[in-house]
């Protein structure tokens, strides 16, 4: 549909002394589903509403099939956006809601018609377009407002956390059929969430953002496995990597107060080439990577870690301990057979094969 | 249940007689006297539906009512057009804004028998110098006929209560959600097209509450006309309010003029109710 690149766009608003995103750089596929992830405020809705048109572009071009667009009006910019709180037109109807955008572009009726009856079809609004918004539930609202942005046939959709509102099943399920949509438009998507599960299911590539800059641009595999800095690696994954400040000597890292554990060889190569035998590092555990069952722990003899379990939760099929070794708390996700009351003292082994370094000042992942 | 009952009439009774005696009670003796000969201390006989009767064949009365209607239209659109605009003015992100808000309201903060006598000397003279310093001749002799009479009422009301509507506006159009302006935006409509298909939709709530108060307002208003023009010349600018005033005290026909301020509610109520009923059915939920 259209290939869109952003070449170190920046925003600063007026009277600001710190940019609110910085140096953003993008090379957006044909029909590709991009997903702009990061904690509140980290400039992710700006650079998505700077892409629309709704906010000016300080520095950098926005360009869409090599045509510079900073200047060029929302409206003729040929995009289509789906917000937050649904934003649909409270006086019309789901019809009129969806259809409004096409009578403002002078669109013969029946031509309105056949699109808007399409995309009722295909969202399964075809019984609701009498209705006015206030009829509808959250679910149905928040599909209006993707019907609102299918008939135009844009060349690029923007998504600003449009599923935040609704409860967590819905939000599954609606997550699934923007999927779906995606599948079927074969249109480019960007779709801006906070929330990394979202992110990591829907996307072909994933922008993490931090305070205005961008972390790491990758799959979502990428961003799980080889996360390019410590932020990366805490954001993405439920529940967050555990992280303990460490030093690495003689083939283990130990923080003198309950972890000290091997490295595999060659883990340990890469750690030495770079010169951190002896140095301070951050180790990160991901919490399905420590293990209670009796066959890691004899698999893994040497990494093992006495642990207090502080509070578990039994989630079915896995249960979350929530734990203490020295002063450093953790979480392991363990099979729910391995389920260990609050209070007992359990040995772990970490999977150190799968864990991952960072540099203790840079934060930068050692690989 | 007992004692909730005890201190819910408790609680209502001091209004409610406040209520009696100052509203309902001289409603009704009102109305009785209405069909008497009353003279301000007392009556002799019952006349039926003699003074309303001489009401509608009172040509004072009908010319008041005449003009009260034409100043009733003309101020409801300029107070509800020129309060929407300043709303939509000072709405806007700019420096000083806030400073316009106030200069826009201040004029309201001013009793309305003083700004006609402060207009009655802008129109009397300012108007005047200037007229003949740029011979302009319509800019002379305002307040000395009908036609200049009534502008210069509908002038002084729109310039004082049009801060006031504008704030009533500003509520409204600060509650509409940017999104939503911002997803007509990118759905391609102008700025204009946005005012018409969606902001003005939206604030439907305030376009109610602006034309009951423009509205009830212009039918009652008498301090203006008493200070700009005190009716004159020969009347020709006696609203509704002070032809009934003048009845019963400069006439002394206190029944008759009963009678007038009978007919003159029924016509403001209806027309309020009325107006209220037939917006409140295009506002929508936001």
Same mark, same amino acid.
């Given at each position: 549909?259209?290939?869109?690149?952003?070449?170190?766009?920046?925003?600063?608003?007026?009277?600001?002394?710190?940019?609110?995103?910085?140096?953003?750089?993008?090379?957006?596929?044909?029909?590709?589903?991009?997903?702009?992830?990061?904690?509140?405020?980290?400039?992710?809705?700006?650079?998505?509403?700077?892409?629309?048109?709704?906010?000016?572009?300080?520095?950098?071009?926005?360009?869409?099939?090599?045509?510079?667009?900073?200047? #060029?009006?929302?409206?003729?910019?040929?995009?289509?956006?789906?917000?937050?709180?649904?934003?649909?037109?409270?006086?019309?109807?789901?019809?009129?809601?969806?259809?409004?955008?096409?009578?403002?572009?002078k669109m013969p009726k029946d031509e309105i018609k056949k699109r808007v009856d399409n995309a009722a079809d295909i969202l399964g609004l075809t019984d609701y377009l009498q209705r006015k918004p206030g009829a509808l539930s959250g679910g149905q609202r928040q599909r209006v407002a993707l019907g609102r942005a299918i008939v135009r046939d844009a060349k690029l959709f923007?998504?600003?956390?449009?599923?935040?509102?609704?409860?967590?099943?819905?939000?599954?399920?609606?997550?699934?059929?923007?999927?779906?949509?995606?599948?079927?438009?074969?249109?480019?998507?960007?779709?801006?969430?906070?929330?990394?599960?979202?992110?990591?299911?829907?996307?072909?590539?994933?922008?993490?953002?931090?305070?205005?800059?961008?972390?790491?641009?990758?799959?979502?595999?990428?961003?799980?496995?080889?996360?390019?800095?410590?932020?990366?690696?805490?954001?993405?994954?439920?529940?967050?990597?555990?992280?303990?400040?460490?030093?690495?000597?003689?083939?283990?890292?130990?923080?003198?107060?309950?972890?000290?554990?091997?490295?595999?060889?060659?883990?340990?190569?890469?750690?030495?080439?770079?010169?951190?035998?002896?140095?301070?590092?951050?180790?990160?555990?991901?919490?399905?990577?420590?293990?209670?069952?009796?066959?890691?722990?004899?698999?893994?003899?040497?990494?093992?870690?006495?642990?207090?379990?502080? #509070?578990?939760?039994?989630?079915?099929?896995?249960?979350?301990?929530?734990?203490?070794?020295?002063?450093?708390?953790? #979480?392991?996700?363990?099979?729910?057979?391995?389920?260990?009351?609050?209070?007992?003292?359990?040995?772990?082994?970490?999977?150190?094969?799968?864990?991952?370094?960072?540099?203790?000042?840079?934060?930068?992942?050692?690989? | 249940?007992?004692?909730?009952?005890?201190?819910?009439?408790?609680?209502?009774?001091?209004?409610?007689?406040?209520?009696?005696?100052?509203?309902?009670?001289?409603?009704?003796?009102?109305?009785?006297?209405?069909?008497?000969?009353?003279?301000?201390?007392?009556?002799?006989?019952?006349?039926?539906?003699?003074?309303?009767?001489?009401?509608?064949?009172?040509?004072?009365?009908?010319?008041?009512?005449?003009?009260?209607?034409?100043?009733?239209?003309?101020?409801?659109? +300029?107070?509800?057009?020129?309060?929407?605009?300043?709303?939509?003015?000072?709405?806007?992100?700019?420096?000083?804004?806030?400073?316009?808000?106030?200069?826009?309201?201040?004029?309201?903060?001013?009793?309305?028998?003083?700004?006609?006598?402060?207009?009655?000397?802008?129109?009397?003279?300012?108007?005047?110098?200037?007229?003949?310093?740029?011979?302009?001749?319509?800019?002379?002799?305002?307040?000395?006929?009908?036609?200049?009479?009534?502008?210069?009422?509908?002038?002084?009301?729109?310039?004082?209560?049009?801060?006031?509507?504008?704030?009533?506006?500003?509520?409204?159009?600060?509650?509409?959600?940017?999104?939503?302006?911002?997803?007509?935006?990118?759905?391609?409509?102008?700025?204009?097209?946005?005012?018409?298909?969606?902001?003005?939709?939206?604030?439907?709530?305030?376009?109610? #509450?602006?034309?009951? +108060?423009?509205?009830?307002?212009?039918?009652?208003?008498?301090?203006?006309?008493?200070?700009?023009?005190?009716?004159?010349?020969?009347?020709?600018?006696?609203?509704?309010?002070?032809?009934?005033?003048?009845?019963?005290?400069?006439?002394?026909?206190?029944? +008759?003029?009963?009678?007038?301020?009978?007919?003159?509610?029924?016509?403001?109520?209806?027309?309020?109710?009325?107006?209220?009923?037939?917006?409140?059915?295009?506002?929508?939920?936001?």
């Amino acid at each position: 549909m259209a290939e869109i690149k952003l070449e170190h766009i920046y925003k600063r608003y007026p009277g600001n002394d710190a940019d609110s995103v910085t140096d953003f750089n993008l090379d957006i596929k044909d029909n590709e589903f991009i997903v702009f992830v990061g904690p509140s405020g980290c400039g992710k809705s700006t650079t998505l509403r700077m892409i629309a048109g709704l906010e000016d572009i300080t520095k950098g071009d926005l360009k869409m099939d090599g045509e510079v667009m900073n200047d #060029v009006h929302p409206k003729d910019r040929n995009i289509a956006m789906v917000f937050q709180n649904y934003a649909l037109y409270p006086q019309m109807t789901v019809f009129d809601n969806m259809a409004f955008g096409l009578k403002i572009r002078k669109m013969p009726k029946d031509e309105i018609k056949k699109r808007v009856d399409n995309a009722a079809d295909i969202l399964g609004l075809t019984d609701y377009l009498q209705r006015k918004p206030g009829a509808l539930s959250g679910g149905q609202r928040q599909r209006v407002a993707l019907g609102r942005a299918i008939v135009r046939d844009a060349k690029l959709f923007l998504l600003d956390e449009p599923l935040s509102n609704l409860d967590a099943k819905l939000r599954v399920q609606m997550r699934t059929q923007i999927a779906q949509l995606h599948q079927r438009l074969k249109t480019n998507m960007i779709y801006v969430t906070h929330d990394q599960v979202e992110a990591m299911t829907m996307a072909d590539r994933i922008v993490i953002m931090n305070d205005g800059k961008v972390q790491q641009v990758g799959t979502p595999d990428d961003l799980y496995n080889k996360p390019a800095n410590k932020f990366v690696a805490g954001f993405m994954g439920s529940p967050s990597m555990n992280f303990f400040d460490a030093k690495l000597e003689n083939g283990r890292v130990s923080n003198g107060k309950g972890l000290d554990v091997a490295i595999p060889e060659g883990r340990l190569k890469v750690l030495r080439d770079k010169g951190y035998e002896g140095k301070k590092l951050t180790v990160g555990v991901r919490p399905e990577d420590i293990h209670t069952e009796q066959v890691a722990l004899e698999a893994m003899s040497d990494a093992l870690v006495d642990a207090k379990v502080e #509070v578990s939760e039994f989630l079915g099929t896995d249960s979350m301990l929530y734990s203490r070794t020295g002063d450093t708390e953790f #979480v392991a996700q363990v099979n729910a057979r391995d389920y260990h009351k609050p209070g007992e003292e359990v040995k772990m082994a970490f999977e150190m094969s799968k864990a991952h370094f960072f540099d203790d000042d840079t934060q930068v992942t050692i690989e | 249940m007992k004692n909730r009952s005890l201190s819910f009439w408790l609680f209502l009774t001091p209004t409610l007689v406040a209520l009696a005696l100052v509203v309902f009670i001289p409603a009704i003796m009102g109305v009785f006297y209405s069909f008497t000969n009353w003279d301000g201390l007392g009556y002799t006989e019952m006349l039926g539906f003699k003074n309303y009767i001489t009401l509608f064949h009172n040509s004072g009365f009908i010319a008041a009512l005449w003009f009260t209607i034409k100043f009733v239209i003309v101020t409801v659109i +300029l107070l509800n057009v020129i309060g929407l605009a300043l709303a939509l003015l000072v709405t806007q992100k700019f420096k000083g804004n806030n400073l316009l808000r106030t200069v826009f309201f201040m004029p309201n903060l001013i009793g309305g028998l003083i700004l006609g006598f402060i207009w009655q000397f802008i129109f009397t003279q300012a108007f005047d110098a200037l007229g003949k310093a740029f011979h302009m001749a319509w800019l002379t002799g305002w307040l000395t006929d009908a036609k200049t009479g009534f502008w210069g009422l509908v002038i002084v009301t729109v310039w004082q209560m049009s801060g006031y509507i504008m704030i009533i506006y500003i509520a409204y159009l600060q509650n509409i959600p940017s999104e939503v302006i911002e997803a007509a935006e990118m759905d391609g409509a102008s700025p204009w097209q946005r005012f018409v298909h969606i902001t003005f939709p939206m604030i439907a709530p305030a376009f109610t #509450v602006c034309m009951f +108060l423009t509205l009830s307002n212009g039918f009652k208003i008498y301090d203006q006309n008493l200070s700009l023009t005190n009716g004159g010349p020969y009347k020709s600018t006696e609203m509704l309010a002070m032809n009934i005033v003048n009845t019963a005290y400069s006439e002394n026909n206190f029944a +008759l003029a009963e009678a007038k301020a009978l007919i003159f509610f029924l016509i403001v109520a209806a027309i309020s109710l009325l107006q209220v009923y037939y917006n409140r059915k295009r506002e929508v939920d936001l």
